[in-house]
């Protein structure tokens, strides 16, 4: 039973900041925008949040200049992507270099510094049940308030007026220019909110995950963000899925530990990465589902004309 609360309660912490920068570029591709330095704005992000707690203790404002944060990184990003028309790969993998230094260097005078844990809002009723209670509900808010953003961020999308702008840049951005929308415009602010949510998810791990920071913290989960994306073909419902999926992966490692098994810690830290290879290599014998939900424009420069 302990173990089965251990496994519930550890993959929906680990999945939570996984969704929520997911979401974030989720976005920026449905914009026709490829940002590869998601793992840059998350360190960033976690190392201002963490400085933030450690100074205010006040862990919604840490959250949200973490949030803040990044996204401002974002802005240097979209500058080189849209203005200058940089390409977008190799300026995603500058930017994202650049917040990990950003946040090495920040967070020197924090390494191995450790914070309270955010507090719990326990569900009441739900957190009582039996076996799956703790595991499920009884967590911090932003780990229920995760799913209910997926919603939104859907609901965005396919409801209303400006999910449609937003696809229709990243479908035909000649098109929607035609008609009269601003392309770099609405770009930038898909941008911008990605690298909040970014910024968002990584000051979670740092304030309410691992209540601690220490350079190389992110370790990897950017990269996993980008393929988690892939692997839900642009949409957010599978992007939910996968998450928790990737979540499960993660805490895999800690549980296998937790039953004393001679397992090469190397190769337990590599599970989350095998499952993320996995995952895009099943994705790319479905190439029908991909060509129906990629962006068309995705990755390309676009050049405004008038």
């Known amino acids: 039973m302990d173990t089965l609360t251990f496994l519930l309660s550890g993959t929906l912490l680990a999945a939570t900041p996984l969704l929520i920068a997911a979401l974030g570029e989720l976005v920026v591709e449905k914009a026709g925008v490829l940002n590869l330095s998601i793992e840059g704005m998350m360190a960033l992000g976690a190392a201002v949040g963490f400085i933030v707690v450690s100074n205010?203790?006040?862990?919604?404002?840490?959250?949200?200049?973490?949030?803040?944060?990044?996204?401002?990184?974002?802005?240097?990003?979209?500058?080189?992507?849209?203005?200058?028309?940089?390409?977008?790969?190799?300026?995603?993998?500058?930017?994202?270099?650049?917040?990990?230094?950003?946040?090495?260097?920040?967070?020197?005078?924090?390494?191995?510094?450790t914070v309270a844990p955010m507090a719990r809002l326990p569900i009441p009723l739900l957190s009582e049940l039996p076996i799956v209670g703790r595991g499920l509900?009884?967590?911090?808010?932003?780990?229920?308030?995760?799913?209910?953003?997926?919603?939104?961020?859907?609901?965005?999308?396919?409801?209303?007026?400006?999910?449609?702008?937003?696809?229709?840049?990243?479908?035909?951005?000649?098109?929607?220019?035609?008609?009269?929308?601003?392309?770099?415009?609405?770009?930038?602010?898909?941008?911008?909110?990605?690298?909040?949510?970014?910024?968002?998810?990584?000051?979670?791990?740092?304030?309410?995950?691992?209540?601690?920071?220490?350079?190389?913290?992110?370790?990897?989960?950017?990269?996993?963000?980008?393929?988690?994306?892939?692997?839900?073909?642009?949409?957010?419902?599978?992007?939910?899925?996968?998450?928790?999926?990737f979540g499960a992966a993660t805490i895999g490692e800690l549980l296998v530990q937790s039953f004393g098994l001679a397992i090469p810690s190397q190769l337990l830290t590599s599970v989350p990465f095998i499952a993320t290879i996995i995952a895009i290599v099943l994705l790319s014998m479905d190439g029908r589902s991909i060509r129906l939900n990629a962006p068309v424009s995705l990755g390309r420069v676009y050049h405004v004309t008038q």
């Open 56 to 113: 205010t203790e006040s862990y919604w404002l840490a959250i949200f200049i973490g949030g803040l944060v990044a996204s401002a990184l974002s802005v240097v990003f979209a500058a080189v992507v849209l203005l200058t028309l940089g390409n977008q790969v190799a300026t995603g993998i500058a930017v994202g270099i650049l917040g990990l230094g950003l946040s090495a260097l920040i967070g020197q005078p924090y390494e191995s510094m």
């Open 137 to 245: 509900f009884d967590h911090v808010a932003v780990v229920y308030l995760a799913p209910l953003l997926a919603v939104a961020v859907w609901f965005m999308l396919m409801k209303t007026k400006l999910g449609l702008i937003v696809r229709a840049v990243g479908e035909s951005p000649e098109s929607a220019h035609a008609i009269g929308y601003n392309v770099n415009a609405i770009r930038f602010a898909a941008i911008l909110f990605g690298g909040f949510m970014a910024g968002v998810a990584g000051a979670f791990i740092s304030v309410a995950s691992t209540t601690l920071w220490a350079n190389g913290l992110i370790a990897g989960r950017g990269w996993i963000v980008v393929a988690l994306v892939v692997f839900a073909t642009w949409r957010s419902g599978r992007i939910v899925i996968g998450a928790y999926l």
